[in-house]
């Protein structure tokens, strides 16, 4: 039976998966989980850490006055809580997993102050701590806007047309191949489909890039995500919401997210060992320094307060989120613009590329075909009636000669002529019959092979010189024969726009740039001269490209693109695989590090120099870290840096870098 159209069982309904909990309006079912009352739970974290910290600044004005001092502890005790249990409950789970970290480190800090007399600056610590986390998952949210913005582009729930005409609403999940769903106007679409009935305006930014609206009906595929405008759209689901456009393209955002890159897994193993160095080393100087240095152990000039002191300094809050941040606020940029990394080892790699290789059909290309003129092969010929007549034949057929015939035709003013008795020869060209005042005449077109058995000999051999010429500049061809008189029509793979800038740019950094296609010669020779690649291999065979791929990769680092099933291969191998992802066939989608969502070749300058920007920010957080750690921890343990300094020179730290990865959002 067909999940889409089997009704519900009559019996108790199985309870609703939890992300549609909301959606299906069942809040009122809990008096805690009114729409209202929602609010509350909003930046908690963030209210607590502020509401503690108005508690420690009246703790700290009340301890100034001997009559106030006791309820300077009761607000001491609060700061704790709201700041300090949430730390200590976490802290004693990872505890028992036997995983040391930050939280720990920042825990044992904070409650070990209260031991040694310095309550108020271990309240300083909590409280800071929290403003940090809070700040940390701000500046992670800000990072990971464009993962939230595809969410809400992702619907949880579709009407499904059931077999006796009604609607009935039911969970993406749980609607299978060749279901039947109503789009209505103003609806997200809620998994890709093909239109059956009804015609509507879908803008299809989410895949595009254009926030321009696609004209949709009967026979259009609807990708998910697609906003329907205005009219209602009736759909033929073709894939499932695991298998969706919108669930890859998802999928593509979080792997990036998600993917560290070769120092982010070095700092992750390292952590570890850190925190249980610094945690000992503290211990070890609170014991010894007494026996070194003429100090006691206790009081503000007392080992443990130093000891303390340098467990904060020393703490590597800003090291451990100085990389991640980076670069997921710059795979969130890059997403932004519709280019989708999978993972941020992928600008690693960009960044170390010193040469590209480009494919030409689709890649340079929009492999879509344009006109360029009609010749009479040979004496005098009708052009308005050949070019009526080339219109009249090609409506009715599919390829991309036909596509560019019509484009061309419909911007002329040109009169309609009949035809009768079409037929299609496949892999050949097309015939009919003319009719003209009465008088029926033979038409025939197609590539020259199929015409020029149509001839006599007198005229082949004229028409394979022509073609010849032709096909030597490039240029494709298809020939129209009405009665006895041949008509050529030459065609252009247009160039993608911007694109003779965007190699100039790369030239610019010195990068080396090579053109690898399988077409022929004269035609990539034509291409490399307009978009100015003086170094360009074509004839290639599937194999060919990989070999001269492979090569490139290990002399320079290259970054190839492509976008055809043929370049797979040669992606996968490539430093960094760059595929369109518009037109690009699914395995070139696959085997590509980067996906151009719509197409874009013009931001891959933009693209590199977001890689290299990566790096330098880095650089710049690692350096940060470093250096506040070592400015603070060395002279808090000589006893120049009093507690709560460190603490203040800590948590600035994390901020700092925070702020500093938050500049490749800036796009």
């Known amino acids: 039976m067909n999940p889409s159209s089997a009704a519900p069982p009559s019996s108790t309904p199985a309870p609703p998966v939890f992300e549609e909990f909301f959606e299906l309006g069942q809040e009122s079912v809990s008096p805690f989980l009114k729409i209202d009352s929602r609010k509350w739970g909003a930046n908690l974290t963030l209210k607590a850490s502020i509401a503690a910290a108005f508690l420690l600044v009246g703790s700290f004005v009340l301890s100034r006055f001997p009559v106030t001092e006791p309820l300077s502890y009761i607000l001491l005790v609060l700061v704790y809580f709201l700041a300090g249990i949430p730390s200590l409950i976490e802290s004693v789970e990872e505890l028992s997993d036997f995983d040391i970290n930050i939280d720990i480190l920042m825990t044992l800090a904070a409650f070990s102050s209260v031991f040694i007399g310095s309550g108020l600056e271990g309240g300083l610590l909590l409280v800071l701590f929290a403003f940090s986390g809070a700040m940390e998952d701000a500046v992670t949210a800000k990072a990971k806007t464009a993962l939230s913005s595809l969410h809400k582009l992702s619907p949880t729930l579709a009407t499904v047309v059931q077999e006796d005409g009604n609607l009935i609403e039911r969970s993406v999940k749980d609607i299978s191949i060749g279901t039947t769903i109503l789009i209505k106007a103003g609806q997200v679409v809620p998994l890709d489909g ?52 919108l669930s890859k393209i998802i999928n593509l955002v979080t792997q990036a997210q998600e993917s560290r890159p070769v120092l982010q897994r070095w700092f992750d193993k390292l952590s570890r060992g850190y925190a249980l160095t610094i945690i000992s080393l503290s211990a070890l100087f609170a014991i010894t320094l007494p026996f070194f240095l003429d100090i006691p152990w206790r009081g503000v000039e007392g080992s443990i307060y130093r000891a303390v002191a340098f467990l904060i300094a020393a703490s590597p809050c800003a090291l451990i989120i100085a990389i991640p941040i980076a670069y997921l606020s710059a795979v969130s940029a890059c997403a932004k ?65 036909a596509r560019a015939i019509l484009n061309y035709v419909q911007s002329r003013n040109i009169p309609q002529v009949q035809i009768k008795d079409f037929k299609s020869i496949p892999g050949y060209g097309l015939e009919a019959t003319l009719n003209t005042l009465g008088q029926t005449e033979p038409v025939y077109i197609g590539n020259p092979d199929y015409i020029l058995s149509k001839l006599p000999a007198s005229q082949k051999a004229v028409l394979m010189d022509r ?127 980067i996906v151009l969502l719509h197409d874009s070749i013009d931001l891959l300058d933009w693209l590199i120099e977001q890689a290299k920007k990566t790096q330098t920010i880095v650089r710049q957080n690692v350096g940060l870290a470093v250096g506040a750690i070592l400015i603070a921890s060395i002279p808090a343990l000589g006893g120049f840096v009093p507690l709560w300094l460190a603490v203040v020179m800590h948590e600035g730290g994390t901020v700092l870098v925070g702020l500093n990865a938050l500049r490749l959002l800036r796009t």
């Open 194 to 245: 093909i239109v059956i009935e009804g015609i509507s305006s879908v803008n299809l930014v989410h895949l595009t890039g254009e926030n321009l609206p696609i004209r949709m009906q009967e026979g259009d595929t609807v990708p998910a995500g697609g906003r329907n405008l205005e009219g209602a759209l009736t759909l033929r689901v073709t894939l499932t919401s695991a298998d969706s456009t």
């Open 337 to 401: 613009k519709g280019i989708l990394l999978k993972g941020g080892i992928t600008l690693d790699a960009l960044a170390s590329c010193q040469a590209v290789s480009f494919d030409k059909t689709g890649t340079l290309t929009t492999g879509n075909l344009a006109c360029e003129g009609i010749e009479v092969l040979e004496g005098d010929g009708d052009i308005d009636k050949a070019l009526g007549v080339a219109y009249a034949m090609e409506k009715n057929a599919v390829h991309p000669i």
């Open 467 to 593: 073609t010849a010429q032709i096909q030597e500049s490039g240029r494709l061809l298809a020939v129209l024969l009405i009665g006895k008189i041949v008509y050529l029509l030459s065609f252009e793979d247009t160039l993608r726009p911007g694109i003779q800038d965007t190699i100039a740019a790369l030239k610019k950094r010195r990068w080396d740039v090579v053109m690898l296609t399988g077409d022929h010669e004269a035609s990539a020779r034509r291409i490399a001269n307009e978009v100015g690649i003086e170094n360009y291999h074509a004839d290639l065979k599937p194999e060919d490209k990989l070999r001269y791929v492979t090569n490139l990769s290990k002399e320079k680092g290259l970054a190839m693109i492509g976008d055809g099933i043929n370049d797979a291969p040669a992606l996968a191998r490539a430093t960094v695989g760059i595929c369109m992802g518009k037109v690009g066939s699914g395995a070139a989608v696959d085997a590509a590090d």
